[in-house]
């Protein structure tokens, strides 16, 4: 069979080896070439309907540069570098159609109380057959796979899925690209890559990046904060997910959708193409709402974002539900009283949906400590060398950083929430919200707060 070589927009060529291309071809994998990167973001970003297919691989081939560049010298090394590769190409296999979305309505019901439910059918794709046969032919064991995923393998997973690892750095750089959105997804990765080593943290070996490159860490993790809030939770690409988890939900007891994703060579058909067609085909009068949701989405008659609220932690370090909180602001500060609004006029209540985001930052430590991924200082004369920090400690200890964005250690977490009304009600939402906002009492101007 051999090595292939894949010509991609991101990485210019990237190579395969036996065992990858074996993995590349089987049916079950290929059908991520059917199944969107963005989901929704088409809606806005045109140009953004590339593949999960594609970004498997981009994930793989940095998943090796980080492989080989850290365990360089290291007998193991041919190993690592070929179990980094290998969980990095088929960290993605669990998705279906419409990846998140799919996630939130399908898996939900599959796998309650596990918030991605792709990466648990992941796991009981690779344990099954063929895909298990493959990995076992060429020396591979799902559990050592399994165990990069779960991060008892933390190496491994901090340069696969860490907070700079190679399946975030290739989303930004993928999904910037055809976003037109370059200007946030501009990464230095070669420069990240080439400052990366093991280091002992606490007496533990872990994967450290070198103080002098925070510049490029704070600009990353900036560039994907706003990658963030301007693609994947653009008002508009949200309600387009919402329009297709409407679809979805609508389709899972027309089209057996439960029992077809356990059973995986009936999954391994499930697609976004092949879904719309059955929706769009079926003769069940049951299949209609799902139908009406479809069109709907073909046509970009999309739920209009009225309403915008950003709800932030409280207090640094206290233990919340976020989601609920914004949840319930929401229900609060608009919805009952759009609804009130209304019932006191005897007219029907317009149909809204609350929508999250997740919980979003500028930029936190907290991934980093999680993943247990830290800053190795040696070259100040101001700090003891060779010394193992935070990257929590590394900002602090940085004065233009504190100046650029406040004081790290206050840093708030917050989300976006956002009410949806139909397409049909979203013009008597606008207008009852208006009135509504006019009935306020208004404050009384105190230009005595102005400094001067």
């Not at 200007?183 to 070198?210: K, Q």
């Not at 697609?271 to 929706?279: F, T, V």
């Not at 997740?358 to 010394?387: A, G, H, K, Q, W």
Request: proline share 5%; with cysteine; glycine share 6%.
């Amino acid at each position: 069979m051999g090595s292939k070589t894949v010509r991609d927009p991101i990485h210019n060529n990237i190579i395969l080896d036996e065992a990858e291309v074996a993995i590349v071809d089987t049916p079950m994998f290929q059908r991520l070439r059917w199944i969107s990167q963005l989901s929704g973001v088409r809606m806005v970003y045109p140009s953004g309907t590339h593949n999960r297919l594609a970004h498997s691989m981009g994930v793989m081939h940095i998943a090796g540069l980080y492989a080989e560049k850290i365990f360089d010298g290291e007998p193991e090394k041919r190993e690592m570098v070929k179990t980094a590769r290998m969980a990095a190409l088929v960290h993605d296999i669990g998705h279906s159609a419409f990846s998140h979305q799919w996630d939130d309505i399908v898996y939900k019901r599959i796998y309650p109380g596990i918030p991605h439910g792709h990466d648990k059918h992941r796991d009981v794709i690779m344990s099954s057959s063929p895909l298990s046969d493959i990995l076992g032919d060429f020396g591979f064991s799902p559990s050592d796979l399994a165990a990069v995923w779960s991060g008892d393998s933390p190496l491994l997973h901090s340069i696969v899925q860490g907070a700079l690892g190679a399946d975030r750095l290739d989303f930004m750089l993928r999904d910037s690209y055809f976003c037109g959105s370059t200007h946030f997804g501009s990464l230095p990765i070669r420069r990240l890559i080439d400052n990366t080593l093991i280091s002992d943290h606490d007496g533990t070996p872990s994967v450290h990046y070198r103080f002098k490159i925070l510049d490029d860490i704070y600009s990353v993790l900036i560039g994907r904060f706003f990658l963030y809030k301007t693609i994947y939770f653009h008002k508009t690409s949200r309600a387009a997910d919402i329009l297709i988890q409407q679809m979805l939900e609508s389709s899972i007891e027309p089209l057996d959708l439960l029992t077809r994703t356990k059973d995986l060579d009936t999954f391994t058909d499930i697609n976004e193409y092949s879904l719309m067609g059955e929706i769009m085909s079926s003769s069940d009068p049951a299949i209609e709402p799902a139908r009406h949701a479809a069109r709907r989405l073909f046509h970009r008659i999309l739920p209009k974002a009225v309403y915008e609220g950003i709800y932030t932690d409280p207090q640094i370090g206290m233990e919340i539900d976020l989601n609920k909180l914004s949840r319930e602001a929401a229900e609060n500060e608009f919805i009952s009283k759009i609804n009130s609004y209304f019932e006191a006029r005897n007219e029907p209540l317009p149909k809204l949906t609350t929508d999250l985001t997740y919980r979003l930052s500028t930029i936190s430590s907290d991934e980093f400590d999680v993943s247990r991924i830290f800053i190795f200082s040696n070259s100040s004369r101001n700090r003891p060398v060779n010394r193992s920090i935070t990257l929590q400690e590394a900002l602090s200890e940085t004065r233009y950083i504190r100046g650029l964005s406040g004081d790290p250690t206050s840093s708030s977490k917050f989300i976006i929430t956002r009410v949806y009304a139909d397409p049909d009600d979203a013009d008597r939402v606008t207008s009852a919200w208006s009135e509504i906002f006019k009935s306020k009492p208004k404050r009384k101007r105190d230009v005595s707060t102005t400094s001067y």
